[in-house]
């Protein structure tokens, strides 16, 4: 059995990460200090879980966390996820999303530990699609540069890592009602509310959407990979918000129209990675379709 410390427990991918972690036969000592996690995400009841709840952005905390449990691999997912309030406040950001992660990875080394950290496809240049782990880097937002440069410290001073670029991730437990929530979840809850989706331009924007049930799939299996590298966690299947919307239309065909509003300011118009490199590596995923993922999501009560 290994023991392996996920910062961000309590978030979106982070919950789903541990279960799985968990179910494997693992040991989990989970962290997070609620910034935008839940408790209510936390899985209940096991003995293989730990959870403490803890500022990772402060080292001596770290250092006394790793020295109490002795992980063999650190999942680094906690972070500033908003690309958004990264621009609001650039300080923040700075100090969550590359800061923290210097911390975390240098006391990975102190311990001889495994950093799986989570990075982005906003660190890629946008008008190369799709992107493999070669393309061109040239992230916009503040956010995309904490985690550019994240990676890079990573990659200059751990020799046990695994670093991951999360496209766009969807699923279970992904919180609607913060302003920065993912687009599907957005839908499936004006969906079920009879509020109507809203759509910033065309709607021709595309995207690499990802079920978080397959990112904690791929991250765990990377994870256990002997060499340290940087992956795409992606399905490479472009997926248009024209059609996002077609799928929540013909689940829910009696709702109110779609309205469509001004496009975003310096949005990304197409973003798709590619998953050869990462499928190479830990073998084929049997990847969640989006449309049945949806149905089950927003209309079956399964999650
Ligand atoms: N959701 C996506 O589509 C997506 C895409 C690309 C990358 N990522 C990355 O995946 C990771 C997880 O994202 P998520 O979507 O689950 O977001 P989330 O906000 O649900 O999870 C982040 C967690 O980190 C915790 N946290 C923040 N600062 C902390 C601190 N100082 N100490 C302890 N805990 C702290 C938060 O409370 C939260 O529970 C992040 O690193 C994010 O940048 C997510």
């Not at 969906?191 to 809203?198: G, V, W």
Request: proline residues 4%; contains cysteine; aromatic residues 10%.
């Amino acid at each position: 059995m290994s023991v392996c410390l996920v910062t961000g427990a309590a978030g979106f991918i982070g919950s789903s990460l541990i279960n799985t972690i968990v179910k494997n036969g693992d040991k989990v000592i989970g962290v997070d200090n609620f910034r935008t996690g839940y408790s209510s995400n936390l899985l209940q009841d096991s003995d293989n879980f730990i959870f403490v709840e803890a500022d990772v952005s402060d080292k001596i905390v770290v250092d006394s966390l790793f020295s109490k449990y002795k992980p063999e691999i650190t999942y680094h997912l906690a972070a500033l996820v908003s690309v958004k309030e990264s621009s609001e406040n650039p300080e923040l950001n700075w100090k969550l999303n590359y800061e923290m992660t210097t911390i975390i990875a240098d006391v990975c080394c102190k311990y001889n530990c495994k950093i799986v950290f989570s990075s982005t496809a906003a660190v890629y240049e946008t008008n190369n699609q799709p992107c493999s782990e070669t393309s061109k880097v040239f992230p916009v937002s503040p956010y995309g540069v904490a985690k550019l440069e994240s990676e890079k410290f990573i990659l200059n001073n751990s020799n046990n890592f695994i670093i991951a670029r999360f496209f766009n991730v969807y699923g279970i437990r992904q919180n609607p009602s913060s302003p920065y929530a993912g687009v599907i979840s957005k839908f499936g809850y004006n969906t079920l509310n009879k509020i109507p989706r809203i759509i910033y331009g065309d709607g021709n924007q595309v995207r690499d959407f990802i079920n978080v049930l397959d990112v904690v799939d791929i991250l765990h299996k990377l994870a256990k990979l002997k060499q340290c590298d940087v992956f795409n966690v992606c399905t490479g299947n472009p997926t248009s918000l024209l059609k996002l919307d077609s799928i929540f239309n013909g689940l829910a065909p009696n709702n109110p129209r779609t309205i469509f509003l001004p496009a975003m300011e310096s949005e990304v118009k197409y973003s798709v990675g590619s998953n050869l490199k990462t499928t190479n590596a830990i073998g084929d995923v049997s990847f969640q379709s989006i449309e049945p993922s949806i149905k089950l999501l927003f209309f079956e009560k399964s999650s």
